[in-house]
């Protein structure tokens, strides 16, 4: 990752080679050690590069997470708009406040699980829909937690407002 005279930031991505045949190449990206600023920018131009395996930074069980892609408008102001690419990892115990996917009634979703010592509730992340609350009645299990959030350019210019 170098930076331009122009202002600009080109990256490229690299693939390590293993002295394993049996292991699949793993591609990493280039990691700037300085963070970016979202309210007034910094000044300071100077980082260090380093490389960053993705599987290792962000899938630290690869063997009990999964890859999904969201649909609606429910999640939206937690940040998961239509289309991102959610990371769920199965072997984590839900907490509350987690976001979670969720199997409810035979459909998979995905909300905010709010719990207490007495009851559970699924929280969107968008008012104009309604809280759940699960109920005996109600046929729900917790699939996975999500531990990441993917979301393409296209996709974050959707939600400009």
């Known amino acids: 990752m170098k930076y331009s005279q122009n202002g600009w930031v ?12 049996t292991q699949k190449p793993v591609a990493t990206i280039g990691v700037a050690r300085k963070t970016v600023a979202a309210g007034f920018p910094s000044p300071a131009l100077d980082y260090k590069e380093d490389r960053i395996d993705l599987t290792k930074a962000f899938v630290p069980r690869p063997l009990t997470t999964f890859l999904f892609q969201c649909e609606g408008d429910s999640m939206i102001n937690a940040f998961i708009p239509q289309r991102a690419w959610l990371l769920v990892d199965r072997s984590l115990t839900p907490e509350n406040g987690d976001i979670i996917v969720g199997i409810l009634n035979g459909h998979m979703i995905v909300k905010f699980l709010k719990k207490n010592d007495y009851k559970c509730w699924l929280i969107p992340a968008n008012s104009k829909y309604p809280d759940i609350e699960i109920t005996p009645e109600i046929d729900f299990r917790v699939w996975g937690v999500v531990t990441n959030v993917i979301t393409s350019k296209e996709v974050l210019k959707s939600c400009m407002r």
């Open 10 to 21: 080109t990256s490229h991505a690299q693939t390590q080679q293993s002295s394993d045949p």
